[in-house]
Antibody, heavy 119, light 111 residues
Framework: QVQLVESGGGVVQPGRSMRLSCTAS????????MHWVRQAPGKGLEWVAR????????NYVASVKGRFTISRDNSKNTVSLQMTSLRSEDTAVYYC????????????WGQGTLLTVSS | QSVLTQPPSVSGAPGQSVTISCTGS?????????VHWYKQLPGTAPKLLIY???YRPSGVPDRFSGSKSGTSASLAITGLQADDEADYYC???????????FGGGTKLTVL
């Protein structure tokens, strides 16, 4: 069955960096856009970034542009989110999710990984 | 402030029906981009409920239905059950932002 498993969360100080990873299985990874969606404690869902099938096209929400970088490795079925200059407002559960196209729904989600930015 | 606007909360008694609205604009719903709906229970990942305006994934009961017209969309739930109590989110794409967008979420309480 389809599985998305995130890793890499934890506690990090403001201004520092952190890398999240997501390993996929159970579907043809290279045929799906991969996304990161986050949810701050007690708040709603916020889309963060997406990467195209072959990794050549990447888009970000305005609040993370220039600080976060999404990438994928189709040989390893993984997608990553490199986060720099972290701020307290980046504290959230980060989910990876897959979609057939940019306008298609998120068919599957990971269980999420919590990132806490705090001194 | 979410690009898609949902009511913060709705409620209904068991067996009753509720509707959750989702209001967009000309750069998302008005541009023809579809709406998708998710249900989220506390501490768990969202689950796809309705996609492409009104289609239900396998396993979603027909008590759940979706619609979209112009710059608005809605999710209807009939025959409310206790386990329908959850947060519901609408989602689409915005061409001006070139971004996936979510509504702020609606908490459904089954009285």
């Amino acid at each position: 069955q389809v599985q998305l498993v995130e890793s890499g969360g934890g506690v990090v100080q403001p201004g520092r960096s952190m890398r999240l990873s997501c390993t996929a299985s159970g579907f043809t990874f290279r045929n799906f856009y991969m996304h990161w969606v986050r949810q701050a404690p007690g708040k709603g869902l916020e889309w963060v970034a997406r990467v195209s099938y072959d990794g050549t096209s990447k888009n970000y929400v305005a609040s993370v542009k220039g600080r976060f970088t999404i990438s994928r490795d189709n040989s390893k079925n993984t997608v990553s989110l490199q986060m720099t200059s972290l701020r307290s407002e980046d504290t959230a559960v980060y989910y990876c999710a897959c979609a057939e196209m940019t306008t298609k729904p998120f068919d599957h989600w990971g269980q999420g990984t919590l990132l806490t930015v705090s001194s | 402030q979410s690009v898609l606007t949902q009511p913060p909360s709705v409620s209904g008694a068991p067996g009753q029906s509720v509707t959750i609205s989702c209001t967009g604009s000309s750069s998302n719903f008005g541009a023809g981009f579809p709406v998708h709906w998710y249900k989220q229970l506390p501490g768990t990942a969202p689950k796809l409920l309705i996609y492409d305006n009104f289609y239900r994934p396998s396993g979603v009961p027909d008590r759940f239905s979706g619609s979209k017209s112009g710059t608005s969309a809605s999710l209807a739930i009939t025959g409310l059950q206790a386990d329908d109590e959850a947060d519901y989110y609408c989602q689409s794409f915005d061409s001006s932002l070139d971004a996936v967008i979510f509504g702020g979420g609606t908490k459904l309480t089954v009285l």
